[in-house]
């Protein structure tokens, strides 16, 4: 084992001693300068516009209009089914929109619980044998008790038209208790995973801190 340097450890002991003063103030110096710097118009344009591309909504635009018309039906946040969007198809991006066990559609609804598991052929994972035609039919969805709504109007409860599959996820969160604020039942309900829930909770809790920021930049800026 080599002796130890005592004078070399007493001179580095001593430049760091020396140095810390130094590096507070360069420090202090810079906060300092960095506020003078955002009191020029140019610099604070350029701030701002990181601050609000830092706080960017990742939810495709064309989609949160259809959200938050849900969630005024049906009392369930839009941001928490933005959040089931972006977990069972990445915003409707898969291809196709049916899944290897049969669930269908933009948010994946197996057909036995969107048509109704009263429905005779329903049992096991909600497969079903239900015809195409009664898939998409109102009064036997309301007939066997299913989550299929024609959000549209257009006389079909269809898990493959965007609105309707929203909306029915909506009717279907909303009766599993997100409405009256048990969401994470809901999601359970939904997929009865615990990743699933942990995943779409993290989507949820995301969008909802976005929303956040973006609504207090908005909120500084009319101040101005």
Known sequence: MKPTNNKS???????????????????????????????????????????????????????????????????????????????????????????????????????????GWSHPSCSGLGVGDIPEKDKVNPDIIAQYGGYGVDANGDGKADPYDLEDAIYSAANYLAASGAADGEIEKAIFNYNHSDKYVKDVLHFYHLYENQLEAIQAVTAKKIEK
């Open 9 to 115: 450890y007493k001179t580095k002991l001593w430049i760091i001693i020396l140095l810390l003063p130094f590096t507070i103030t360069v420090y202090i110096l810079a906060i300092i300068g960095w506020h003078e710097l955002q009191k020029i118009p140019a610099v604070q344009e350029w701030a701002e516009a990181i601050q609000e591309s830092t706080n960017k909504l990742d939810v495709p635009k064309e989609y949160i209009a259809i959200y938050k018309d849900a969630e005024e039906q049906y009392g369930v946040p839009w941001t928490l089914l933005a959040a089931h969007h972006r977990i069972e198809t990445r915003f409707s991006t898969m291809d196709p929109l049916l899944s290897p066990v049969g669930a269908e559609g933009h948010m994946q609804f197996m057909p036995c619980t969107f048509v």
